[in-house]
């Protein structure tokens, strides 16, 4: 039986390697967002995301940050490599000591499980959804 559990710290970056972080304890929440700015800047039909304290995650190298409107009305600012353009992690203007981290970028995802899909109000009707997770119209918190 191969064990998934996370091994801290846990460590992710970029897709070229020029932004690295590390994150020293579990993440408070883990989600799916299928709102339409993470549809948009995923290039996908959701953005699998981990809630981390700002104060438990390190970053090392230079990254660029593109504000956006958040579905809640916040000012999202999302962080990316301005090297080879991957999405990294983002800070919302409502919750200062809250960073979301794209889950795809972790070295080892294996263990990534969504508990919950938020904003399904704005989900694409071929999004195939897990039916056994929670699911909000908008942000649950």
Not at 1 to 8: K, R
Not at 9 to 25: D, W
Not at 51 to 62: P, S
Not at 117 to 136: G, R, Y
Request: net charge neutral.
């Amino acid at each position: 039986m191969i064990d998934h559990s996370p091994q801290l710290p846990l460590t992710g970056g970029c897709h070229c390697g020029a932004v690295r972080y590390q994150i020293s304890a579990l993440p408070k929440r883990t989600a799916n967002c299928h709102c339409r700015t993470c549809q948009r800047t995923s290039g996908a039909a959701y953005l699998a995301i981990m809630f981390v304290a700002t104060d438990i995650l390190q970053i090392t190298g230079t990254y660029q940050e593109y504000a956006t409107p958040a579905a809640s009305g916040n000012t999202l600012y999302r962080a990316f490599c301005p090297n080879c353009g991957c999405s990294l992690f983002a800070r919302n203007s409502a919750f200062a000591n809250i960073r979301p981290v794209t889950a795809a970028t972790l070295d080892d995802p294996s263990w990534f499980k969504a508990k919950l899909d938020m904003w399904v109000a704005e989900a694409q009707a071929w999004d195939m959804m897990d039916p056994e997770l929670p699911k909000f119209a908008g942000n649950p918190w």
